[in-house]
């Protein structure tokens, strides 16, 4: 369903714990794309690219659900983490 934001959330998530970290990646950046103002799918997403080791789109992303949802204290700790210098 490529116009269906629940649908592609929760094949995102149902990937994610799957291990399929690229095609989770993917439907959730369909799902943010169809609601762009979902900060949990927006977290998520970065979740998911943190975990593919693509810092920098998960801070993005990260900020944005912190933009939407400013008391978002887990998408606070993640960005201070993905922007954490690393030796």
């Not at 400013?70 to 954490?84: H, I, Y």
Request: aromatic share 8%; no cysteine.
């Amino acid at each position: 369903q490529p116009d269906n934001a629940d649908a592609h959330y929760n094949f995102a998530i149902a990937l994610a714990q799957s291990g399929d970290l690229p095609k989770a990646a993917r439907e959730f950046a369909a799902t943010v794309e169809l609601r762009p103002g979902d900060a949990d799918a927006r977290f998520n997403y970065g979740i998911t690219l943190a975990r593919l080791h693509q810092m920098e789109e998960a801070a993005s992303q990260f900020r944005e659900a912190l933009r939407i949802r400013p008391d978002f204290n887990d998408a606070r700790e993640a960005l201070a983490d993905v922007t954490r210098p690393r030796p």
